[in-house]
DNA sequence: TGTTTGTTCTATAAAATATAGAACAGTTCT
DNA sequence: AGAACTGTTCTATATTTTATAGAACAAACA
């Protein structure tokens, strides 16, 4: 799985590592019960510290994606103990509020964001290798 | 118009406020050519700093979606001047992106999403006052 | 003519972000 | 059993971001 790191963005570096990752699984690169490189080999492979990296899969496992097994690693949860625990939506959708928001008042319509969406979902549903 | 800010929360203040002043544009509540508080005004109102309020400002000045008047006040853009500007949808469309993902992990599907952007845009279409 | 406006500057403090290195104890594998 | 690897925890440092505070300025405004 490619992951590309900006670190000139203004989007914390463990965030854009968790981004990407979400996006490896819902794209189904990454699957269920597919183990995480360690802490250590993902940071030496992306050129970052250690800690960055635990932070991003404890961001991971805070939204209840992935699972940390202590000493030993960190695993894609099953889709089914990820899909049975509340308050997934509302977080979700707390975010997606200020970004419709926006987007309509900069004159984008309700066809617009649909379509857009739509293009993301197909973008994603797309299984890459 | 109301304007709730949570000290506490994870976002900034200045974010806080740039996107509740962006949900009262949406709503119609703040209207094109209407002026916004002084920077000192709405800090003194708000109970924040002179500053956390213009970097707000000029963080909406930076999306296009006010204009700042120098030595004079700010000033919602006309929706037409706003549209008119290229960028917005790349800007928009990559914030939307990994909450898509996200929600397709978390086993939304297209329809709930749909729905709930659906709902977010009647909410937001409902002229309040 | 005062008042208000955004602007600019210095200053300070706290929190967030990122890196670095070390040590620990449990896990995994040979 | 032993070696390698794992996440965890700790100290440390540096930079950036966030937020506040106060002062001064010159243009705009009433």
């Given amino acids: 799985m490619i992951i590309q790191l900006e670190p000139q963005s203004d989007i914390p570096i463990y965030t854009q590592l968790t981004n990407q990752i979400i996006e490896g699984i819902a794209t189904g690169f990454l699957q269920p019960g597919h183990s995480l490189p360690s802490v250590r080999a993902l940071a030496a492979d992306l050129g970052v510290n250690m800690h960055t990296v635990n932070k991003s899969y ?14 030993s690693g960190a695993v894609v949860r099953p889709r089914k103990e990820i899909s049975q625990e509340a308050g997934h939506a509302e ?3 707390a975010a997606l509020r200020p970004v419709i928001a926006e987007a309509l008042v900069v004159g984008l319509d309700q066809q617009q964001i649909e379509k857009q969406l739509i293009s993301i979902i ?3 549903k797309e299984i890459k290798s």
Same sequence: chains 1, 2.
């Fill in 58 to 71: 404890h961001e991971l496992e805070k939204k209840g994606i992935i699972s940390i097994i202590p000493k």
């Fill in 91 to 93: 977080r979700i959708f």
């Fill in 122 to 124: 197909h973008d994603l």
